[in-house]
């Protein structure tokens, strides 16, 4: 299989949140954001992306370095990681994953099975 360029590769998940119904303000934070890796991407010669180069991103960036991922990091930090995580996610699966809704179903069960 051959690999997607990353430019390529942010277009079509870019089309893929707009089809998930990613908001106006969501797509134009993750816009920035892939502008700004593309960027990086370009001044390190690469024309396609790697978690490697993800990490080097946010490190360069953001000054998240890889050792703080596994502490707790602040919001922000957070919605930093999640682009180079959903960029990932993207390239392997083609798939958006670990995506959170903001509103909560009830599930109620029927009265037989609440006692």
């Keep these: 299989m051959q690999s997607q360029t990353l430019h390529k590769l942010l277009q079509d998940l870019g089309q893929e949140l707009l089809r998930l119904g990613y908001t106006k ?3 134009t934070f993750y816009r920035n954001r892939w502008r700004k890796l593309e960027d990086f991407a370009d001044r390190k010669r690469q024309i396609n992306y790697s978690e490697q180069l993800g990490i ?10 890889q050792d703080d991922f ?3 990091l602040n919001q922000a930090q957070t919605q930093e990681l999640r682009v180079i995580r ?23 069960f029927p009265k037989k099975l609440e006692s």
């Design 25 to 27: 303000g969501s797509m």
């Design 56 to 65: 080097d991103f946010v490190h360069e960036y953001f000054g998240i370095p």
């Design 70 to 72: 596994s502490q707790t």
């Design 86 to 108: 959903m960029v990932g996610d993207f390239q392997l699966h083609h798939a958006i994953l670990r995506r959170y809704t903001s509103s909560c179903i009830k599930l109620r």
